[in-house]
Structures are given as structure tokens and as C-alpha cells.
T-cell receptor, first 114, second 115 residues
Framework: GDSVTQMEGPVTLSEEAFLTINCTYT??????LFWYVQYPGEGLQLLLK?????DKGSNKGFEATYRKETTSFHLEKGSVQVSDSAVYFC?????????????FGSGTQLTVLP | EAQVTQNPRYLITVTGKKLTVTCSQNMNHEYMSWYRQDPGLGLRQIYY???????DKGDVPEGYKVSRKEKRNFPLILESPSPNQTSLYFC??????????????FGPGTRLTVT
């Protein structure tokens, strides 16, 4: 079945450091890929998405590129802020015509120190 | 304001006492889902619904029931809760547009403890 593997956390960075959170997936065909963010005490919010190979999703300074050849969708940000501290989830939705919703990775906790 | 609401936000109950967690969305979305979030496991789908009276099992449906009698509501029912259902639960909704790959909107979560 479909699966998403994220790098283990927690990740702790200093403000203005470069961030990479790795995400790889296994799926039949060509899924759509997502990054969601969960701030403390809140539900998940969509951060960015990509629906086909080589697409780059971007939002709030975060970027991720859909790499079909490596089945990856790594999240990057050039300069993190304290306000970016949250849990980040990589997710996919298969293009199998079903209404089945997202398959999530286990999440990566990010803490940014001032 | 577009939103998904869940009630209650926190619940402590005892084994075997039936409970219902309500979920409501005001965006006229066709799709709704329930997830549970456990440490190290991410979010796992319990049930989902494609429209009124249309529901299907997700990855971890055992011990749960759902119903979709109205488009806006999708309650999660635990007929006989057990301690292994202690978890953080999220309801989510999305539109069927964009081939179903549109944004999912999540509720704030319900933290359930079963003793």
C-alpha cells in the first residue's frame, strides 16, 4: 500500500538556519504530494502541495519539489524563524480514482531557538 | 469564516461508555474524514465519507462507527471505548473539485482519554 517516510525528529535549529526535512514515498502511479504544518494545540494546515512530477510547491518561504525519479518531496526553507516551530507532516493522495483521503508520514517536530 | 468544528475538545471517559464526537463544516464540502494521531505514527484515517449516506473504512476502523445524514455533519461514534482508543482525533473536510486533491481543512482536534 501507499506509505510516506519522513526523517526522524525532533529537529532543533537556530533562527536563520537552513532547514531540510526529508520525505520519501511509496505509491502506485503518480500521487499528489503535500506538506501540512501543525502548530501547538491546533489542527493541521496545508503548507504547500505539488500535483505532478517536477512541480515546486511554495508558501511562506518554504519550498518542496516533486521528484519522481527519487520518489521524494523534501521540505526546505532558507532561513527559519522562531514562529516556524511546529510539527511538519508529509502526505500523499493516490491517483486511483477513489475518494480515499491522505496518507501521512509520522511527522517531524521542528524547534527554532532565538 | 470557513471552518471545521469539533466537540468536545477534551474528553475523559471510562471503558465501555458509549460516546460521540461531533464534527461540522460550513464550506459545503463533499468529502469528510476522521483521523487519529498517535506519537510516532502520524495521522491514520479511521473513516471517510464522499457525500451524504456514503461512507467507507480507512486504515484503522475497528471500534468506530460513523454516519453522514447531513452534508455538514460527520459524527464519530465509539460504541464501547477501550483504553487503546486514547488518542487525539481530527475531523477534516475537502471539496471534490480539483480531482479530489484540493486542500483538506482540519478541525482543532479532540483529545480523548479512556480509562
Amino acid at each position: 500500500g501507499d506509505s510516506v517516510t519522513q526523517m526522524e525528529g525532533p529537529v532543533t535549529l537556530s533562527e536563520e538556519a537552513f532547514l531540510t526535512i526529508n520525505c520519501t514515498y511509496t505509491a502506485t502511479g503518480y500521487p499528489s504530494l503535500f506538506w501540512y504544518v501543525q502548530y501547538p494545540g491546533e489542527g493541521l494546515q496545508l503548507l504547500l502541495k505539488a500535483t505532478k512530477a517536477d512541480d515546486k510547491g511554495s508558501n511562506k518561504g518554504f519550498e518542496a519539489t516533486y521528484r519522481k525519479e527519487t520518489t521524494s518531496f523534501h521540505l526546505e526553507k532558507g532561513s527559519v524563524q522562531v514562529s516556524d516551530s511546529a510539527v511538519y507532516f508529509c502526505a500523499l493522495k493516490a491517483r486511483d480514482g477513489s475518494a480515499r483521503q491522505l496518507t501521512f508520514g509520522s511527522g517531524t517536530q521542528l524547534t527554532v531557538l532565538p | 469564516e470557513a471552518q471545521v468544528t469539533q466537540n468536545p475538545r477534551y474528553l475523559i471517559t471510562v471503558t465501555g461508555k458509549k460516546l460521540t464526537v461531533t464534527c461540522s463544516q460550513n464550506m459545503n464540502h463533499e468529502y469528510m474524514s476522521w483521523y487519529r494521531q498517535d506519537p510516532g505514527l502520524g495521522l491514520r484515517q479511521i473513516y471517510y465519507s464522499m457525500n451524504v449516506e456514503v461512507t467507507d473504512k480507512g486504515d484503522v476502523p475497528e471500534g468506530y462507527k460513523v454516519s453522514r445524514k447531513e452534508k455538514r455533519n460527520f459524527p464519530l461514534i465509539l460504541e464501547s471505548p477501550s483504553p487503546n482508543q486514547t488518542s487525539l482525533y481530527f475531523c477534516a473536510s475537502s471539496s471534490s473539485g480539483s480531482g479530489g486533491v484540493g486542500e483538506q481543512y482540519f478541525g482543532p482536534g479532540t483529545r480523548l482519554t479512556v480509562t
